[in-house]
């Protein structure tokens, strides 16, 4: 299927194609290891006077006037998306679990927090060479599943930020691991927009215009201040490919108010290190 969209993209027959398209059922990820681990674990609030009033927050699972809920990629090249903040593709995971991998690899070193696994992308390049590129720079020992996974989200996500974002020449595609120094704040980005996919653990969390205090987000507000009603409160699904619109996107709806999730915890204390892909458009 995803040669099909890298196919239908390069003819520009995106709106005929079909790439990934099951629907996420929150809470249920058969055949996946992420509710082994999240459901027993603890969880600390990275900045604990700040805290969010997110309980938990909820999936979401259709339109609403903030995010345009595509089934394919295909489905945000539609003139529509310019009324929404954020675009979304649900999707279940069906690699297999790797947190243990994850974790064992930060612990050893083989890859860290602050690590750059970056390449820079140029419109007219190659995507899938690109793709290589990124996951050649990855020293922890990924299952070739998940590896295959990446390097498909590489291709198939740049060629539709490439279309929705037809003034930027240049796109940065980031592998990074987010645990301990994960301290979010809500914040809109100060840049064009951001794809992006958490492949285990949690994902990021956004909140519809209406229920935030601008002047409170604007004024160093703490997240409780921000927030008027944390029960209205969206998170994005492990395995989804997300799509925000920063301060800087030039034309309709913009500046999605997100942040990351609470930090995890296993049992034992340690964090859930979580992996995430972004492609950034600066
Ligand atoms: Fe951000």
């Not at 954020?86 to 602050?114: C, M, S, T, Y």
């Not at 980005?189 to 519809?208: E, H, K, L, Q």
């Not at 490919?241 to 800087?248: A, L, T």
Request: with cysteine.
């Amino acid at each position: 299927m995803r040669s099909v969209f890298r196919r239908a993209a390069s003819s520009g027959l995106l709106k005929n194609m079909q790439v990934v398209s099951e629907t996420s059922v929150p809470g249920s990820y058969a055949g996946y290891g992420g509710p082994r681990i999240l459901s027993p674990l603890s969880v600390t609030p990275s900045c604990s006077p700040k805290r969010a009033k997110v309980a938990e927050p909820r999936k979401a699972s259709s339109s609403t006037q903030t995010t345009l809920v595509g089934r394919t990629l295909a489905d945000w090249v539609v003139s529509e998306s310019a009324e929404h903040q954020a675009l979304l593709v649900e999707r279940q995971p069906w690699w297999k679990d790797f947190q243990e991998a994850l974790d064992q690899g930060v612990l050893q070193g083989d890859i860290r927090e602050e690590e750059e696994i970056k390449i820079e992308f140029k419109r007219g390049g190659d995507l899938a060479d690109a793709a290589e590129k990124l996951l050649n720079k990855v020293r922890v020992r990924l299952p070739e599943d998940l590896r295959s996974t990446i390097r498909g989200d590489v291709v198939d996500i740049g060629n539709v930020v490439t279309h929705l974002c037809p003034w930027s020449n240049t796109l940065l595609f980031k592998l990074e691991v987010m645990g301990e120094s994960a301290c979010s704040r809500w914040h809109r980005d100060n840049y064009c927009a951001r794809a992006i996919v958490t492949y285990n653990s949690s994902g990021t969390v956004y909140a519809p215009d209406d229920i935030v205090n601008f002047w409170e987000l604007d004024y160093c507000g703490c997240n409780d201040k921000i927030i008027k009603d944390a029960s209205q409160v969206c998170s994005v699904g492990v395995g989804d490919v997300f799509f925000m619109k920063g301060k800087k996107f030039p034309h309709g709806a913009k500046g999605l108010v997100h942040k990351s999730p609470e930090i995890r915890r296993h049992d034992d204390g340690r964090v859930v290190n979580r992996l995430v892909l972004k492609v950034d458009v600066p």
